[in-house]
């Protein structure tokens, strides 16, 4: 993630990453039939499954939208305008916020295997950031099945993506001052 992964998502334009995110979003609504055959298997409800599944792919919809209409057509971000910092304005600052060299790491919930992971990965793949994912066991088997064909898709760069199932006992301890870390 951080040395393959992260490195091509860093070279995209807000623009072109959201326009990734719509290209999966679009992917996986196709997908979703087989979805919610085995999200029943995990005793979620039709309506349950529909907020889990629909919701989830809806994150991908929503984050492209804003990353096109809110964000520039290049790697970083100028936030706002120059600050002056010294009394005679010969010292200045300006921010600019340009993508992490870590990883994100998402631990999540039980409930809501596909929205956890769709959400919190819609995010960091704007903002030009891989992650590793790290769904509760008893649930992955959902995350799991969305995630292979996340990468079926051809969509996403190598390695921006990863899956941890099953338990993640020293994933934490591999984390470092690049690195974000979520929990649901």
């Known amino acids: 993630a951080r040395s393959v992964g992260g490195s091509m998502l860093r070279k995209m ?6 326009r990734m995110l719509k290209a999966l979003a679009l992917y996986l609504t196709e997908k979703k039939d ?16 529909w907020i889990d ?7 991908l919809f929503s984050y492209a939208s804003k990353g096109r209409r809110e964000l520039p057509d290049t790697p970083f971000h100028v936030d706002g305008k120059p600050e002056i910092l010294s009394k005679g304005g010969t010292f200045m600052g300006h921010h600019i916020c340009v ?9 999540n919930a039980y409930n809501f295997p596909v929205w956890g992971m769709l959400e919190k990965i819609a995010v960091n793949l704007l903002a030009g950031m891989p ?3 790290k769904p509760a066991t008893v649930t992955s088997f959902l995350t799991e099945a969305v995630f292979k064909e996340m990468i079926a898709s051809n969509i996403l760069p190598e390695g921006c993506v990863q899956l941890v199932c099953g338990s ?8 470092d001052s690049q690195d974000v870390v979520t929990f649901t």
């Open 168 to 175: 993640a006992r020293t994933l934490i301890d591999h984390v």
């Open 53 to 59: 599944i629909e919701g989830g792919i809806g994150n």
């Open 13 to 18: 334009t807000f623009h072109d990453r959201a």
């Open 34 to 49: 087989q979805f919610y055959k085995v999200s029943w298997a995990t005793g979620a409800t039709k309506i349950d499954s």
């Open 99 to 107: 993508p992490k060299e870590g990883v994100a790491v998402h631990i």
């Open 131 to 133: 992650a590793i994912v």
